[in-house]
C-alpha cells in the first residue's frame, strides 16, 4: 500500500471512549460516501492524554474528537484554539494542521443551532431566538456551549436556571454578552417563573436522561408556542419532550445535535459534509439504546 492509499484516520479520545457514539456515527459516514477512513475509540486517562494527541499526529492522524473528562484540559494541550471554544472553556474538535500543529475548536453550538433548524414543525429557528426570551435549564458544560450559540444567534434575553446557582453565575460571568443577550440568573425553584413569555426552553441538564432523575416541571407559564428543545436524547422522546408536545408545543429532540456537531469535524479530516439521513439516526439510535 502506498502512502497515498493509506486511509484517513481520525478517533475521539476519552476516559473511557467505549460508550463514545462517534466511531459509530463517523463510520456509517465512511461507509456511505465511500471514503479510505477510520474512526476509533481510543481510551486515555488524564496524565497520558496531551501526549497522546501529540502521538497520534505525528503518526498521521488527522483529527479528533475529544470527549468526558478531557475536553477542558484539550484547551491546554492544543497549540491554537477558536474563539468560541476559549469562550465556553472546552474543546470537543481538533485538526491536525500544518508541521502537526493542533487546532481546537468546539462544535457543539453549532450542533445545537442547526439542529433546532431543523425541527419537525419547520418554524423559522432564527426568529424563535431573536424573539426570546429563551429559557436554558443547566449550567454544566454543554449549557455553556448552547447558551454561547443563543448569544450568538441573536437571545436578546437568556434566561439559565440551575440547581446550583454560584455555577449560573459563573456560566453567565464567563460567556454572557458577547453578541448583547442579557443573561439572567434563575434558581432552581424559580424554573417554572423563568417561563413566561418565552419563545424556546431547552433542557441542558442530565434531568430526563435514562438512569437519571426524571425533570420535574410545570410548563403552564410556558406560551402554548414556545419550541421546546431536549439536548438529552437517551430517550429519544423524554419526559418534557412529552409534556411538551401533550400541551401542543413544537418539540426538537437531541439527537439531531449530537449528529450535527459531528460535521464540522468530518469535512476537515475526511473533506465532504455528510448528510443526516433517516438511517443514521436509526442506526444510531440503536446504539444509545443499548
Ligand atoms: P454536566 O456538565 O455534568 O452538567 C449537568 C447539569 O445537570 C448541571 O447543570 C447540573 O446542575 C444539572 N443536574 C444534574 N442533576 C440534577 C438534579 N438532580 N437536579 C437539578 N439539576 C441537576 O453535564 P453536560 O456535559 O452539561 O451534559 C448535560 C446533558 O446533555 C447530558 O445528558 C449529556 O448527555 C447531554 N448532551 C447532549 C449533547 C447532544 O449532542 N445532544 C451534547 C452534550 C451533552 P448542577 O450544576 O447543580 O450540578
Not at 456515527?25 to 465512511?30: K, M
Not at 434575553?157 to 453578541?179: M, S
Request: overall charge neutral; hydrophobic content about 45%.
Amino acid at each position: 500500500m502506498t502512502v497515498k492509499d493509506e486511509p484517513a484516520r481520525a478517533a475521539v479520545l476519552g476516559w473511557p471512549a467505549s460508550h463514545s457514539l462517534s466511531p459509530r456515527l463517523h463510520g456509517y459516514w465512511l461507509r456511505e460516501l465511500g471514503i479510505n477512513g477510520t474512526y476509533r475509540a481510543i481510551t486515555v486517562g488524564p496524565e497520558k492524554f496531551a501526549g497522546k494527541l501529540r502521538t497520534l499526529a505525528a503518526a498521521g492522524y488527522r483529527g479528533f474528537n475529544v470527549t468526558l473528562p478531557h475536553k477542558e484540559a484539550a484547551l491546554a494541550a492544543v497549540d491554537e484554539v477558536d474563539a468560541e471554544a476559549v469562550r465556553i472553556g472546552a474543546v470537543n474538535t481538533i485538526v491536525v494542521g500544518q508541521n502537526g500543529r493542533l487546532l481546537g475548536s468546539n462544535t457543539d453550538g453549532y450542533g445545537f443551532i442547526e439542529n433546532l433548524k431543523t425541527n419537525p414543525a419547520g418554524l423559522d429557528a432564527g426568529a424563535i431566538i431573536a424573539g426570546g426570551p429563551v429559557v436554558v435549564l443547566g449550567a454544566g458544560g454543554a449549557a455553556r456551549s448552547v447558551v454561547a450559540a443563543l448569544d450568538n444567534a441573536g437571545a436578546p434575553e437568556i434566561r439559565v436556571v440551575n440547581r446550583t446557582v454560584e455555577k449560573a453565575q459563573a456560566l453567565a460571568h464567563d460567556i454572557g454578552r458577547e453578541k448583547g443577550a442579557a443573561i439572567g440568573v434563575f434558581s432552581w425553584p424559580e424554573r417554572e417563573t423563568a417561563l413566561i413569555n418565552a419563545t424556546l426552553l431547552v433542557n441542558a441538564t442530565t434531568l430526563g436522561m435514562a438512569n437519571k432523575p426524571v425533570l420535574e416541571i410545570v410548563l403552564d407559564n410556558l406560551p402554548a408556542d414556545a419550541l421546546v428543545t431536549d439536548i438529552v436524547y437517551t430517550p429519544l422522546v423524554t419526559p418534557l419532550l412529552a409534556a411538551a408536545a401533550g400541551r401542543g408545543n413544537p418539540t426538537v429532540d437531541g439527537l439531531g445535535m449530537l449528529i450535527h456537531q459531528a460535521r464540522p469535524g468530518f469535512n476537515a479530516w475526511f473533506g465532504a459534509w455528510p448528510e443526516i439521513t433517516p438511517g443514521l439516526r436509526e442506526n444510531i439510535l440503536a446504539a444509545a439504546a443499548c
